[in-house]
């Protein structure tokens, strides 16, 4: 009997990235959505290994690029995000954008990790998205690789396993941080966000470590993977695919 040289004998991992939908600022006003790069560079990374990524939000349906993450803004800020344009212009891609599939239809057992990306949205609206809390911890408690990444991570500090004891207390992790939070508002001019996850982090008793102000940083403790901000998407995405073993 000849062998197929064809057969594929193992089942690609499945991915379950999630993104906020679009959001309002209650602190500078405006429309809010997730940062492209943390998706897209992500997203890239989990594809080229073979991995199956559902994209998924809170609510499903059509979500928003954070303007200032497009690569078209003509304010330039991610104009250097060559890979985010690239997916931008590709149609198939841009489609997965326009129907997200609701986290109420989700079921851990269809996935081998969840991770969760940030942008400006998620400080806003992850805080009163209880469905996603508790997909979290359902993760977490099925021995499945948890990851978030920059103001994604917001959604950890709402997390309580079945005991009751935080998802995150006694862990170390990372977000975005203080000293990068004391940029964009010196940028911007005013405060940015309505409360800072380094601090509220260290209030549940989490271990909260920084690699420097913007650059890429990955954490691990255990099954529990957490990126600084927009410039870790692929590292972030690089230790989910190790912790995997693939």
């Known amino acids: 009997m000849s062998a197929n040289l064809n057969a594929v004998s193992s089942n690609p991992k499945r991915i379950l990235l999630v993104i906020a939908n679009p959001g309002t600022s209650t602190t500078v006003g405006g429309a809010v959505g997730f940062w492209a790069s943390e998706l897209i560079h992500a997203w890239y990374e989990f594809t080229e290994h073979g991995y199956e990524v559902t994209i998924a939000s809170p609510q499903g349906g059509k979500v928003e690029f954070d303007k200032d993450s497009d690569p078209r803004d003509p304010g330039g800020y991610s104009a250097h995000d060559i890979l985010s344009m690239g997916f931008i212009h590709t149609p198939r891609l841009m489609n997965l954008l326009n129907d997200t599939k609701s986290l109420n239809d989700v079921r851990v057992e269809n996935y081998d990790a969840i991770v969760v990306a940030g942008g400006q949205s998620p400080m806003f609206t992850f805080p009163t998205e209880t469905r996603l809390h508790q997909l979290i911890a359902e993760f977490y408690e099925a021995q499945k690789v948890t990851a978030a990444l920059c103001h994604g991570t917001c959604a950890l500090l709402f997390v309580k396993l079945t005991d009751g004891t935080?998802?995150?207390?006694?862990?170390?992790?990372?977000?975005?941080?203080?000293?990068?939070?004391?940029?964009?508002?010196g940028y911007v001019?005013?405060?940015?966000?309505?409360?800072?996850?380094?601090?509220?982090?260290?209030?549940?008793?989490?271990?909260?470590?920084?690699?420097?102000?913007?650059k890429a940083f990955v954490t691990r403790d255990g099954r529990l993977i957490t990126g600084q901000q927009q410039y870790s998407g692929k590292v972030t995405a690089l230790e989910v695919i190790r912790a995997l073993g693939a």
């Open 166 to 185: 935080p998802l995150i207390a006694g862990k170390t992790m990372t977000g975005f941080a203080n000293v990068e939070e004391d940029f964009v508002d």
């Open 189 to 214: 001019g005013q405060k940015l966000m309505p409360f800072r996850i380094e601090d509220e982090a260290k209030k549940i008793g989490a271990n909260f470590i920084t690699g420097g102000l913007f």
